[in-house]
């Protein structure tokens, strides 16, 4: 490695290793094409087209997806609101009946809030789920998810599930914080909130400027640098039994290098799957136009054809080739293998000032 005016040395002399992903082989099936809340982050902003991509999607679609690659170990339902599509609990027992040893969903909780429904979801293999909240009061979620009432549900939601955990003791229960200007300076306050939820993890996921937080940008989205600040100062106080249970993700690992290892840069990786025409990378091509230059290993192309519907594979890794960067100085750093870069929305509205390679103590 090269040592440059522009490389900042890690000061504690051991290049931190981010650890790998907590998440194994992940599959994700988005399943919703509606949603209850209407954040103002929201990734899919095009509600029509989620619909005109989902709402053929059958049963026996779902079940090739979950039987197409053998080394996928966790399934989590998403896209839109999962809780809303009345064939949830079917799908759960599929994938329970296949084998997978993670069941879960990504979901607003709102619906959790039913007590008798969130019941027969443990009862048909739920053992994993993932609840967005971002805020530690109605004020700040619903107003991001500009949904009056959100907030309370949700967290009648939480208290069933520490309810139903007595019988269901191998439920894990995470929440998600999108990061963005409204909430930044609140982590601690949410963390008190969640205490008495006993959630087993808090992950801070930093807001991706894509969807509606492309539109929203400068009213969301605040320099990586910023919330890294407010989140060691966060860390830091926190006795070790919290710091096991938070995680920040989505931000580059050259912006976190003073929040302690063990809270920071898991990169989640998981793949799902898209009907073929709907999968475009930023310049317009296709994958398939784009194949050569693409990653065999984590792009396949069609793999479920046939007279059935049509399915490309893609994984987080290939999305990431299409909306983030790096710069040449990355070539520098020790994180560049591991890195997935940045959005160039971002670096189009705040450069590249933030990102300094990072370097062990010593190396040149
Ligand atoms: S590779 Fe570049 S963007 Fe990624 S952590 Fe290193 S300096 Fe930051």
Known sequence: MKTTSMVRADTRGDMPTPGESRVGNRLH????FSCNNNCLFCMEEDREARFQRLSNQTAEDV???????????????????PTLHPQLPEYLEMARDLGFPTVGMITNGRRLSNRAYARKLLESGLNHI??????????????????????NQALVGLANLLLLKREYPALKVHTSYVVNKRNYRLFREFFDV??????????????????RGREFFDNLVIPYSMVAAEF??????????GLNR????????????????????YVERYFHYEPDSTVLFQDGRTPDQRRPEA????????VMSGDKHEYSK????????????????????????????????????????????VQRKGDK
């Open 63 to 81: 079940r090739r997806m979950m039987t197409a690659d053998p080394d996928a170990r966790e399934v989590m339902f998403t896209s839109g609101e």
């Open 194 to 211: 969640m205490l008495p939820f006993r959630v087993d993890q808090h992950v801070f996921n930093v807001m991706m400027p894509e969807g």
């Open 130 to 151: 993932l609840i967005s909240i971002h805020g530690p009061d109605a004020h700040v979620h619903d107003g991001l998810t500009r949904t009056k009432g959100s907030f």
């Open 232 to 241: 060691k100062k966060f860390t830091d106080a926190l006795p070790p039994e």
């Open 295 to 302: 990653d065999a290993e984590v792009y396949s192309r069609k």
């Open 314 to 357: 893609v994984t987080k890794t290939v999305h990431d080739q299409m909306v983030r960067i790096k710069r040449p100085e990355c070539e520098q750093c020790g994180y560049n293998h591991i890195c997935r870069g940045v959005f160039t929305s971002y670096i189009d509205r705040f450069g590249w000032d933030e990102f300094v390679p």
């Open 246 to 265: 938070v995680f920040i993700l989505d931000i580059p690992y050259c912006t976190t290098v003073g929040i302690k290892d063990s809270a920071r840069g």
């Open 29 to 32: 099936i988005c399943l919703g």
